[in-house]
């Protein structure tokens, strides 16, 4: 059986850095996609940055520039370093994996973020 461990949430100022860990457990196939996704109070979760197996990267518009994804293939992991964090910013944060094979897709348990003063 797979799981998802994310750790690195937290309590940050704004402006401040966290960085994002997400490593799966078990046995797991080759991993396309590994994305990051967010989900505030009252608001349907959305995508913050996703990279495929072969490095390509895509980030939503509102933490462009502010959040870098990167994976360990090796690891079957993924990070998001995120910096200049602003209120905005607070959700709880999910990890995915896309498998190359259509199992279906791996969504870690969530790890809170808030930044506040």
């Known amino acids: 059986q797979v799981h998802l461990v994310e750790s690195g949430g937290g309590l940050v100022q704004p402006g401040g850095s966290l960085r994002l860990s997400c490593a799966a457990s078990?046995?797991?196939?080759?991993?396309?996609?590994m994305g990051w996704y967010r989900q505030a109070p009252g608001k349907q979760r959305e995508l913050v940055a996703a990279?495929?197996?072969?490095?390509?990267?895509n980030y939503a518009d509102s933490v462009k520039g502010r959040f870098t994804i990167s994976r360990d293939n090796a690891k079957n992991a993924v990070y998001l370093q995120m910096n200049s964090l602003k209120p905005e910013d607070t959700a709880v944060y999910y990890c995915k994996f896309t498998p190359y094979l259509p199992t279906g897709d791996y969504w870690g348990q969530g790890t809170q973020v808030t930044v506040s003063l």
């Open positions: 078990g046995s797991i196939f080759s991993i396309f996609v």
């Open positions: 990279i495929s197996s072969g490095g390509t990267t």
